[in-house]
């Protein structure tokens, strides 16, 4: 009679030749990955750091604190801001993003920032796992644009006074005449749309009906509009698609500190995770 040979999850699960051929592919990625946070670390740290005032056309960072003269209200966790995604992480590039003009201001000046396109590096302002039976109604509403009953859902906010560290390139504004044109408006481009106030309002009435106006410093007012240009010449914004725009709470020490960090143990402990990993393999295999 033919043997049959049994297959056993359990033996190959524990079988160290099978954990030690991953080992060397973890560390082959840890290796390539920590060059890869190296270059990060070595281009954020050729950017020059400068105030508004003083910013030159090109890569620059500015550090300051948001403000605007109008907001949106975030649809998860009903925040009052100038930017928010929404993600569904389980669902690809689901997701759903909201602009209206924000600045940075550092007390020497103010600067338009244009977040298309921008690597963020924040707190999540919502992150759930959320059932539609047990979901509040604005939750479900979000979830029903996007055709998904259930999952993990996550938001990420820029709010009024919070402080930023913008890398990007200053440049000329290339809408300028497009947003004069529209002025009132709402455009959309690359799928980020820019409200006006009017549009910001209608936004809040649909989005949360029940929700109470909010007091007049936190809304429009035409005094705040004509103290913030929101058609200036120049703004911060994504220049080429190789070039480096993040928008983040953490400070340039921190980033360059985790990043020096994270590039060692890669670049230095992937090959020994590697090799150490080789060894037991040509062990098991009885090359050695």
């Given at each position: ?33 920590g ?100 979901a509040?109604d ?11 009953t ?14 930023l ?109 590697t090799?150490?990993?080789l ?10």
């Amino acid at each position: 009679m033919p043997s049959h040979v049994r297959f056993d999850p359990v033996s190959l699960a524990t079988e160290p030749a099978l954990w030690a051929a991953a080992g060397i592919v973890v560390g082959l990625y840890m290796f390539f990955r920590g060059f890869g946070l190296l270059r990060r670390k070595l281009l954020i740290q050729s950017v020059p750091s400068s105030t508004v005032r003083s910013a030159a056309l090109g890569l620059v960072e500015v550090s300051g604190t948001a403000t605007g003269p109008y907001s949106v209200i975030s649809p998860l966790s009903k925040t009052e801001c100038y930017f928010y995604r929404a993600i569904l992480p389980r669902h690809g590039d689901c997701q759903e993003t909201l602009c209206v003009p924000f600045f940075l201001d550092d007390g020497t000046g103010k600067l338009l920032i244009d977040p298309r396109g921008a690597e963020t590096d924040f707190e999540p302002s919502f992150s759930e796992d959320v059932e539609w039976d047990s979901a509040p109604d604005y939750i479900r509403h979000f979830l029903s644009r996007h055709g998904v009953t259930s999952g993990q859902v996550e938001e990420y906010c820029i709010r009024a006074n919070d402080r930023l560290f913008v890398t990007g390139t200053l440049q000329d504004n290339p809408a300028i005449d497009q947003m004069n044109e529209n002025s009132g408006r709402c455009s959309q481009a690359g799928g980020l749309r820019y409200l006006s106030p009017e549009a910001a309002d209608l936004q809040r009435e649909l989005a949360f009906p029940g929700l109470e106006k909010l007091p007049a410093s936190a809304r429009f007012s035409i005094q705040k509009q004509n103290e913030l240009n929101v058609n200036p010449p120049v703004l911060l914004m994504k220049g080429r698609s190789e070039d480096l725009f993040l928008i983040s709470w953490s400070s340039r020490r921190c980033m360059l500190r985790g990043l020096a960090f994270y590039s060692a143990i890669g670049i230095w402990g992937g090959p020994i995770l590697t090799l150490s990993c080789l060894y037991i393999l040509l062990t098991r295999l009885g090359y050695l």
